[in-house]
């Protein structure tokens, strides 16, 4: 658990996330989940961290994204830092596009 937390986590969202079987399942979940505004944001981290795990450039990554120097430098302190959930991803979604 992130050490920031102070409260435990809610297990059952992340298998009912589990749970899901296609993209558009998933969006529906999210759509439901979410406020346009939170998934915007969750959206643009997501794009963030793809473009900076591409090794782009703060400026290339703000013209491409439009999200600010902040949100860039707090998803590369995910990346460089956090617990391993983006290198899950970038390193499946690899394994993906090569079968």
Known sequence: MNKHRK????????K???SLQSVEECMKFFDDLC???E????????QVAVCL??????????AETGASSATI???NRSLQY???GYDVVFGR????EQA
């Open 82 to 84: 956090g617990s391993g």
């Open 39 to 46: 998934l915007m944001a969750l959206e643009q981290r997501y």
């Open 7 to 14: 409260k435990p986590r809610n297990e059952a969202m992340y």
């Open 93 to 96: 979604m690899a394994d993906e």
């Open 73 to 75: 430098s707090r998803v």
């Open 35 to 37: 406020t346009v505004t």
């Open 16 to 18: 009912a996330i589990l």
């Open 53 to 62: 795990h591409n090794g782009m450039i703060y400026n290339d990554i703000l």
